[in-house]
Each structure stands twice: as C-alpha cells, then as structure tokens.
C-alpha cells in the first residue's frame, strides 16, 4: 500500500520510552501513598514533582513536541501556560486570602 | 471540513494539513484552560463537605490506580496506530486503532462504576460544594474521553471505508493530539484529585 500522503513519520521508539517513564513516574507516588512511607509534606512534594515531570514526558514523547514543533505551536503552548498561570494561581492566591479573613 | 473534501477543488497541500493541525492545536490550548479552571475550583471546594463524607472514605486507590492504567495504555495504542499509520499499514491501523477504542472504553467503565457507587453512597454531585467539583471536573475529563471513543469508532470506519488517504490520516493525527492531551489532564487530576485525597 503506499504511503499515507501525510508528512509524518512515527516509529514505536519513542512510545515505548514515554510508556517506560509514565508506569515509573505514576508508580513512585502511588506507591508513596499505598505505604506511607514518607511524611504527608513529603509525599505531597514528591506527587506533585512526578506529575510536572510527567506532564513534561507526555508532551515531548506522546505529543512529540521537540525542535522541530513549528514556532506558533509553542508560542500558543507558552501563552496557554502564562494564562493557566495568572488564573489558576490569581485563584487560589485571592480566594484563600479572602478565607483566611473570613474565618480569622 | 468534509464538505471542501468531497467538492471538486484540489486537494489540500501538506500546508493546510499544517494549518488545520495548528488549529487543534488552539482548540486543546483553550480546552487546557478550562480544566485549569476546573482545577482551581476543585481545590477551593476540596475542604468544603458540608458534613458528607470526604475524598478519602470515597475514592478507591485501586480503582484509580486501574483507571490511570487503561488510559496510560489507551494513549500509547494510539501512538501504534500512529506507527502503523505512517508505514501505511491498514489493517495494522484499524487493530490498534480497536485496542485503543477497548482500553478507553475500559476507562469509562471504571469512572462510571465509581460515580454510581458513590451516588449510592450518599455522595452525589449536589451533596457538597466539593462533590459538586469533583463530579465537574471529573465527569468534564470523562465526558471528552467518551467523545474521544465517539471520535476513535467513527475514525475506524474512516479507514476500513475511505483507506489511509490524506484527509483521513490528516484526521487521526489530530485525534490523536486529543487523546494523548486527555492522557495529560488525567495525570493532573490523579495528582490533585485522587492522590492528595487519599493521602
């Protein structure tokens, strides 16, 4: 059959290492939470730095971003990031100010 | 999109795949958004139970920890579809493209199975302010994965119909994009929702 008309090409390399680096990278928290292991702060620390790297690993080896992702891809990935920024953390800053002062 | 395909005009150049791809593109970065704020949400309401019962009596870790498998899994079928796609294997494809539709289709069952057992345990949406989020957020990522299999099963007759021509890979690329992005909010929501709960 000939080929698909579309300028990609996918091999399975890359699958295979993102799979290998999510099971490790979700195991180690849930793990972490299954025993205990680790004081609650710790834990928590450990769950959120497995999940940014993660983040980071499904990106560059499932969405294949890289180099050669064409520049307005990443502009709109960065600008998406600044906004889910200034409103997620806008939201939590304001919103558990205002808790504080309404219990305190 | 299917229209401009089926009319007599010449068919698009790789620079409109392109265009079309980074239009998607724009669509998951606004979608991204909206969980984000769902996210923000949640954790403003994760304290506020009302009295009901909290995360940590409702989730399982099992459960969630099977629902991130099947979906982990899903996400990496897709990517030897992807594969077998580039190769211009057909039938190799529609396998993958299957096992992906099973594994997603496994995901949905799980979810479903646990937001009707907490409904039967006295934890419905409209219970706490932090059911109300959880339900919200969760049930948002569920309901784009559902549409997601809608998207796969349609995706599947494509290929077995129309072959891997250019629109139709064209269209799975970007499937794609959509399933493995649903991959990454799942991440984010086992991380905030289900780990710190049961912590």
């Not at chain 1, 990443?74 to 906004?83: G, H, K, R």
């Not at chain 2, 299999?149 to 796969?152: A, E, F, G, P, S």
């Not at chain 2, 799975?172 to 994009?177: E, H, V």
């Given at each position: ?104 | ?141 569920g309901l784009h994965v559902s549409i997601g299999?809608?998207?796969?099963a349609v995706m599947i007759g494509q290929v ?40």
């Open positions: 059959m000939e080929s698909s008309g579309y300028p990609v090409e996918r091999t399975v390399k890359p699958y295979l290492i993102g799979l290998a680096l999510a099971v490790t990278l979700t195991a180690i928290p849930f793990a972490l939470v299954a025993t205990g292991a680790l004081t609650k702060g710790t834990t928590l620390g450990v769950i959120v730095a497995a999940a940014l790297l993660q983040i980071v690993v499904h990106l560059r080896f499932f969405l294949h971003i890289g180099l050669r992702t064409p520049r307005e891809n990443l502009i709109a990935l960065a600008f998406a990031c600044v906004l889910i920024f200034i409103m997620v953390g806008g939201t939590l800053w304001i919103m558990f100010d205002l808790y504080h002062r309404m219990m305190v | 999109m299917t229209a401009s395909a089926s009319t007599m005009s010449p068919p698009p150049t790789a620079e409109q795949y392109e265009e079309k791809e980074f239009g998607f593109w724009l669509y998951l970065m606004s979608d991204a958004a909206i969980f984000a704020l769902l996210f923000a949400t949640y954790m403003m309401m994760v304290g506020n139970t009302a009295g009901g019962l909290p995360g940590k009596e409702l989730f399982s870790l099992e459960r969630a920890a099977g629902e991130t498998a099947l979906l982990l899994l899903s996400s990496t079928a897709f990517g030897f579809a992807a594969v077998a796609l580039s190769a211009g294997e057909r039938s190799r494809t529609v396998i993958w493209l299957l096992v992906t539709f099973a594994l997603g289709a496994g995901f949905i069952c799980l979810e479903v199975g646990e937001f009707w057992g907490m409904i039967q345990e006295g934890a419905p949406p409209e219970r706490s302010g932090f059911l109300s989020a959880f339900f919200t957020l969760v049930g948002t990522h299999l809608l998207w796969i077995l119909f129309k072959g891997l021509t250019a629109p139709v890979a064209s269209r799975l690329m970007r499937l794609g994009l959509f399933w493995h992005f649903l991959d990454i909010i799942w991440v984010i929501i086992f991380s905030v929702v289900y780990l710190p709960g049961l912590l």
